[in-house]
């Protein structure tokens, strides 16, 4: 090993990530003309849905990375016969099932979490459990130094662990290099693309996008009622629009998930009776909870162009088939990451990439000219 890295480097892929780890090993192995650095743990299942997890090496002294997709479903199993999908809690077991057969011999442990277990249910109102505040301080209290996820909900969940490592990061370099490629005719003059957060909690995040791109942004806000709640939450009563006007403009919605794609009708349906050309979206998590047909429908009626999201967590067979769809490559982004830590280097670079989307945006004009 050279002296130059921490540790041994090892990534352990979990469950249903086997082909994201894959393309990320490819990337290392090539920028350290090395063998593969993928660790294979097995996680047998016994008939009651009971498991464990063994290690076939020695993983003493290493820099470990667990690379986890919480969200996965296309992963199953079988309890009492019955084949079950993976639930975020059956992950969650699982990755802390690997870092007890760890068993405190790494040198370091890194979790890299694209979407946050429990990201949802990060603050408490009345009586409610705290359950992302409490996985976070579990992974801390078993070991992990660093947990890296993207585009967290709330990204001040971290204040559960104050004192250890806790990284969020935006694909947004990302988004923009599929965007022009996918969509080569769009125009970033701000007469003619505005960007839209579609509710108050994305303002942020959007305004990131706005500010880097030097376009105008407008907001939607959820009026609810808070006399109801329906399947844990309040449900929305209407969609209001704040901002300068989007009439002949392409529109970006911008977000961190696309869960039901509830909100997202009323939106879009909003912006063109409001004279939008076209409508493009921005998710880093595509969940899509409640299937692809009513998405199929806004395509029809040309409510909306075309969806980005990227491939850090699971997505099924029938959703890379369509039309509106388009996919983000977020493999080498993340072997950048792991190979940065594995030096003991900073990431700030990676977690701001101001300065490579402006060179990226001036090479795509240079281009076009």
Request: charged share 25%; hydrophobic share 35%.
């Amino acid at each position: 090993m050279s002296n130059e890295y921490y540790g041994d480097l090892s990534v352990i892929g979990m469950k249903g990530c086997e082909k994201f780890v894959g393309q990320v090993d490819a990337y290392l192995k090539d920028w350290r003309t090395s063998d593969s650095f993928i660790i294979t743990p097995e996680v047998p299942r016994f008939g009651t849905g009971e498991s464990k997890c063994i290690l076939h090496e020695s993983m003493r002294g290493h820099d470990i990375f667990i690379i986890s997709d919480m969200f996965n479903y296309g992963v199953t199993y079988k309890m009492y016969g019955i084949e079950c999908p993976m639930s975020p809690d059956d992950h969650f077991q699982d990755l802390k099932r690997i870092i007890g057969a760890i068993a405190g011999k790494a040198r370091r442990i890194s979790v890299i979490m694209p979407m946050l277990y429990e990201g949802r249910q990060h603050k408490r109102e009345l009586r409610e459990s705290l359950d992302c505040a409490i996985a976070l301080q579990e992974l801390v209290n078993m070991g992990v130094t660093n947990i890296i996820t993207f585009d967290a909900h709330d990204s001040r969940v971290q204040n559960a662990i104050p004192l250890s490592g806790f990284d969020n990061v935006r694909p947004t370099y990302q988004m923009i290099k599929a965007l022009l490629r996918n969509i080569p005719d769009i125009d970033l003059d701000p007469n003619k693309l505005m960007l839209i957060s579609p509710d108050e909690g994305g303002m942020s995040r959007c305004m990131y996008y706005a500010s880097v791109l030097g376009l105008e942004l407008g907001m939607f806000y959820k009026r609810r009622d808070y006399s109801v709640v329906k399947n844990g939450r309040n449900p929305i009563v209407a969609h209001k629009y704040l901002g300068k006007p989007v009439r002949d403009k392409d529109a970006i919605i911008v977000d961190d998930m696309i869960s039901s794609g509830d909100s997202l009708f009323d939106i879009v349906t909003q912006l063109k009776s409001k004279g939008a050309r076209r409508i493009l979206m921005f998710a880093t998590f595509g969940l899509f909870c409640n299937g692809l047909e009513k998405f199929d429908d806004l395509y029809k009626k040309g409510l909306i162009t075309k969806i980005f999201t990227t491939n850090l967590i699971y997505r099924t067979p029938e959703l890379l088939k369509k039309e509106w769809y388009a996919e983000v490559n977020m493999c080498k982004y993340v072997s950048y990451i792991i190979d940065t830590l594995n030096k003991d280097e900073t990431i700030s670079k990676l977690l701001d990439p101001v300065e490579r989307i402006h060179t990226f945006l001036n090479n795509w004009e240079r281009e076009k000219q």
